[in-house]
């Protein structure tokens, strides 16, 4: 790589610096999980005190600002002036970040400085003083505005001299990876890919599952749903992502059950064989998308029967979620235009127009015994389908 085609990027970590003597543990997970969005072995990591610097050639700038717009477990980054740690290299290199930011639009911005090499000539009040003065000369129509700037130009002074502007959000969190591995409940719908998104911020490896009807359901709805998962699989470095058919479970249910319980005893057999296929993936945990009395199968008592037959916990980050903060977050990730597209899942299927609102558990115990559905259960997870979705290379 020519050094004098490297650009600098800054990055700063979320969560995981609180961490007290596990503190590596995370930092090693987060430095995986860049290195694999960034898919480039020219381009550098580098983790100091606090902060991380990735250098990359000007071909590789794209790349990396989108892995690191993707990168879960980090609270900021910018792009970086490297100078040298001479007063008159630092002043320069903020009055041309100031520029730049003028050329942008920005109309006041304040400056901050950050001193960790005490024997830089300048202490931060200097430091600011200084390049505030120099940034009026050159550009005396861009105003200070200490309280409310538009704009931050940082500096730190570590072993080089850095300058940045605009400080693009992470997605915070902590790295995907540090908190074990979930199976996702994934249909084709708006909440269950958001709830997915929520505990990989959480520090969870994710593999989804999709049940399916055919030939009942399109398989559109499938692809749908796989288009999905890929999605969610650009913030976990990948994903594994399995299909079930549900179509004999359900035929036995419409054939055997009442048709106000056919819904709770639809989720009821989604939950046991999730778990079952759980164990085999080694997955701690299952993950839906269920917000409290969103839908009739939502409820409390519903889902108290729903997940009556396991035993792994269900985690359930939307629960006290409105629907358009769940929308908010869909779009913010990229998930909503996917999750909107007209295609039915097989929780549509044989729907009744009135379920059971507050479903006994006792009850659908005995109804879902009734069922006699464990054979097809082990059928259906023996002809799983798996595809393994990489990351898609910007």
């Known amino acids: 790589m020519d050094k004098n085609e490297i650009s600098t990027y800054l990055v700063k970590p979320g969560e995981l610096t609180l961490k007290g003597g596990n503190r590596k543990f995370f930092e090693k997970a987060l430095r995986y999980n860049l290195s694999s969005l960034l898919n480039n072995n020219e381009t550098r990591i580098i983790m100091k005190e606090g902060r991380i610097f990735v250098e990359c050639s000007r071909e590789e700038e794209r790349n990396t600002e989108i892995s690191l717009n993707r990168l879960i477990g980090i609270a900021g980054w910018a792009k970086a002036r490297k100078a040298e740690k001479k007063d008159t290299s630092v002043i320069a290199a903020c009055v041309e970040e100031a520029k730049l930011l003028w050329e942008d639009g920005i109309k006041n911005y304040k400056v901050e400085a950050r001193r960790t090499d005490k024997a830089f000539p300048l202490d931060s009040y200097q430091i600011r003083c200084m390049a505030g003065d120099a940034i009026k000369e050159a550009l005396p129509d861009l105003k200070v ?42 249909s084709g719908g708006i909440d269950s890919p958001v709830a997915g998104y929520m505990m990989a911020t959480r520090g969870l490896a994710l593999e989804a599952v999709y049940f399916h009807s055919w030939p009942y359901t399109q398989m559109e709805a499938r692809e749908k749903a796989k288009k999905l998962a890929e999605i969610l699989g ?3 470095q990948g994903i594994n992502f399995f299909s079930v058919s549900l179509t004999e479970i359900q035929t036995r249910i419409k054939d055997r059950s009442p048709l106000p319980y056919r819904t709770v005893l639809l989720r009821m057999a989604m939950m046991e064989c999730a778990e079952k296929l759980a164990n085999i993936r080694k997955c701690k945990c299952l993950i839906n998308g269920e917000s409290l009395s969103q839908v009739a199968s939502q409820t409390i008592e519903n889902i108290s029967c729903t997940q009556s037959r396991i035993r792994l916990p269900v985690l359930r980050p939307l629960i006290g979620l409105n629907k358009e903060e769940i929308i908010s977050i869909s779009e913010k990730i990229g998930t909503y235009e996917t999750s909107i597209l007209p295609y039915d899942d097989c929780c549509t299927l044989f729907s009744p127009p009135h379920p059971v609102l507050r479903g006994d558990p ?30 898609i290379k910007p």
Do not use: C, D, F, W
């Open 145 to 186: 505005n200490v309280k409310k700037p538009e704009v931050i130009i940082a500096v730190e002074i570590r072993e080089k001299a850095y300058i940045y502007g605009k400080i693009h959000e992470g997605r915070r969190g902590l790295p995907v990876g540090t908190a074990g591995k979930g199976l996702l409940l994934l």
């Open 362 to 391: 006792r009850e659908a115990g005995e109804l879902y015994e009734a069922l006699e559905i464990s054979s097809l259960m082990e059928e259906a997870l023996e002809k799983r389908e798996m595809e393994k979705l990489s990351l």
């Open 234 to 236: 650009q913030y976990t």
